[in-house]
């Protein structure tokens, strides 16, 4: 079998690996040379980069460009397909950026049949095919809004990692100005400016990842409501409903 760096060396448009990776198991920050599309086909996976943070469940597929520093975390056991996109005609879509797309049936089926091809397909042949329409699929798929900005300065980083961290916990503003050791007001001013929304939209925005990860490993709604700090699960719809125009309910997790 060959090694990854014996597989991204193929002067193949795509190259894809297959990993399973435990609950609890987190890759650090690293990055690559080639654009990265993370798949899990089961489990979800939690995506961190210097600026942003992901939160990446099953029918979802996370786009990151080369070179960009990231970390990978578990929340349960995952199956991982990994694409290498190779190719400067695959990347239509490079912007820099790390984004969240979804994956409809049937680029699920692409992806999960590339990750079954010889390594050294015919580009040519069947393989090819299923390469380029794997790609037109990608550059077809809506990005979903599973992401929330990250801010620069660390006493700033201390509350969002707190937060991502345990996003029920209750503590209120001027306690986490305090964590920041800053005042209120240099606080709301400098999150806003880093991130472009004030900390409790921020926070909100966190905790709707969480409740989306909650429920795709199978959590009920109204546990998944609990579990992310709100004290009813109507509480929870009402606010779900504003931020994605659909009750929980609506969605297969």
């Known amino acids: 079998m060959k090694h990854s760096h014996d597989v991204l060396a193929l002067d193949r448009p795509v190259v894809a690996l297959v990993d399973e990776y435990p609950a ?12 990265q599309v993370l798949y899990a086909s089961a489990g979800v996976m939690s995506v961190r980069t210097r600026g942003s943070s992901f ?8 786009w990151i460009p080369a070179d960009v520093e990231h970390e990978v975390s578990c929340r349960g ?22 984004r969240v797309f979804e994956v409809s049936e049937f680029l699920r089926a692409l992806i999960l049949e590339t990750s079954r091809l010889d390594p050294e397909y015919d580009q040519e042949g069947r393989a090819g095919r299923i390469i380029a329409l794997l790609l037109e699929e990608i550059g077809r798929m809506p990005e979903t809004p599973y992401r929330v900005s990250m801010p620069s300065d660390p006493r700033l980083l201390r509350v969002c990692e707190a937060l991502l961290a345990d996003p029920s916990d209750p503590r209120d503003l001027d306690d986490w100005a305090r964590l920041a050791g800053m005042g209120r007001r240099t606080l709301t001013r400098n999150f806003k400016a880093e991130t472009g929304m004030g900390l ?7 905790r ?3 409740a989306i990860a909650l429920m795709a490993t199978g959590m009920s709604i109204t546990r998944a409501a609990y579990e992310i700090g709100y004290d009813s699960p109507s ?19």
């Open 200 to 206: 409790a939209v921020w926070r909100q925005q966190v």
């Open 77 to 98: 056991d995952v199956s991982l397909r990994t694409l290498y996109l190779t190719s400067k005609d695959a990347l239509t879509r490079e912007t820099g950026e790390c």
């Open 55 to 62: 939160v990446v469940p099953p029918q979802r597929a996370v």
């Open 235 to 253: 509480g929870f719809t009402a606010m779900f409903r504003r931020a994605f125009g659909y009750a929980p309910s609506h969605r297969d997790w």
């Open 24 to 35: 609890g198991f987190v890759d650090p920050m690293h990055r690559h040379n080639h654009v």
């Open 208 to 210: 709707l990842m969480e």
